[in-house]
């Protein structure tokens, strides 16, 4: 199975703070890779998809790159509606798998 | 606009049974897969499995932490997939997600849980 490790696990940012959070996988997944965005209490919701595409209506300040087996999620500009929990998957083998998850947290 | 919505969830015993619904609607279900992903209390997601249609029939995939324990099946003509839980156990304990697409997971089920505990 191919493991999804992301790091760091918790980032303390303020508004209109640049971020980024690394995701790599165990071994080579192309691009098939996407991201996601979870609030507390809430359904996680889609970010993008094949490394880089985002998906509709999400904001233009979500950008990510990679390919391989590394992978960023850049948000630029913090906006308090982006404190949340952020995790990546790989849907080139199954079991697809997600990461661990990093929490963005207010500083 | 896509909807689904996930029920059956509840406390259950160790060793015993549940199966879940999803009921969809807003888009062709016999085209699509349906997947679904699990998340314990304060961890994070965890893939369960899919359901997706393939041109000889129906094929499913699970996650080796459900597989020969889990089921996921799907009635096209009432657009409900399902998941069948048997021989749970405590570690079992999430919400359950179902969630249209295979890959690229854009539209979510607002969940239900289960619990499994004695």
């Known amino acids: ?107 | 606009e896509v909807q689904l919505v996930e029920s059956g969830g509840g406390l259950v015993e160790p060793g015993r049974s549940r199966r879940l619904s999803c009921l969809t609607s807003g888009f062709a279900f016999g085209d699509f897969t349906l997947t679904w992903i699990r998340q314990a209390p304060g961890k994070g997601l965890e893939w369960v499995g899919f359901s997706t249609m393939k041109p000889d029939g129906v094929s499913t995939k699970y996650a080796p932490s459900v597989e020969g324990r889990f089921i996921i099946s799907r009635d096209d003509s009432k657009s409900i997939v399902y998941l069948q839980m048997n021989s749970l156990r405590t570690d079992d304990t999430a919400v359950y997600y179902c969630v249209l697409g295979l890959g690229i997971l854009a539209n979510w089920g607002q969940g239900t849980q289960v619990t499994v505990s004695s």
Do not use: H
Request: charged share 15%; hydrophobic share 30%; net charge positive.
């Open chain 1, 1 to 107: 199975d191919i493991q999804m490790t992301q790091s760091p696990s918790t980032l303390s940012a303020s508004v209109r703070d640049r971020v980024t959070i690394t995701c790599r996988a165990s071994q080579n997944i192309s691009d098939s890779v996407a991201w996601y965005q979870q609030k507390p209490g809430k359904t996680p919701q889609f970010l993008m998809y094949k490394a880089s595409t985002l998906g509709r209506e999400v904001p233009s300040r979500f950008s990510g790159s990679g390919s391989g087996t590394q992978f960023t999620l850049t948000i630029s500009g913090l906006q308090p509606d982006d404190f949340a929990t952020y995790y990546c998957q790989q849907y080139k083998n199954v079991p697809f798998t997600f990461g661990p998850g990093t929490k963005v947290d207010i500083k």
